[in-house]
């Protein structure tokens, strides 16, 4: 499985940005994806996930009401809808796919975006 992901740049606070991830390759082993987040100095972390099909999703407190991730399965490809940005969310953001059993539930990466919010 391959991903890449796009949409990312520089925005005001309060401003929004729609993040894309395309994934291909063998998406018929993807479980459930996720958008993660890493901020300089700092570790990597889930923010946001979605169950394959778009049956479930879950957030992080920091973003709940803010963001909102979603997917496409046609196009194969996952969205994450940022609303309200604050500087604190400035991060490079990272679209993860988490396989099923029969490729042993390994996770894919893609490179990431840099999302910049200035104040």
């Known amino acids: 499985v391959q991903l890449v992901e796009s949409g990312g740049g520089l925005v005001q606070a309060g401003g929004s940005l729609r993040l894309s991830c395309a994934a291909s390759?063998?998406?018929?082993?993807?479980?459930?994806m996720g958008w993660y987040c890493q901020a300089p100095g700092k570790q990597r972390e889930l923010f946001a996930s979605?169950?394959?099909?778009?049956?479930?999703?879950n957030y992080a407190d920091s973003v709940k009401g803010r963001f909102t991730i979603s997917g496409d399965n046609a196009k194969g490809t996952m969205y994450l809808q940022m609303n309200s940005l604050k500087p604190e969310d400035t991060a490079v953001y990272y679209c993860?796919?988490?396989?099923?059993?029969?490729?042993?539930?390994?996770?894919?990466w893609g490179k990431g975006t840099l999302v910049t919010v200035s104040s």
């Open positions: 993860n796919a988490e396989g099923g059993p029969e490729v042993y539930g390994m996770n894919y």
């Open positions: 390759g063998s998406t018929f082993s993807i479980n459930a």
């Open positions: 979605i169950t394959s099909g778009g049956g479930s999703t």
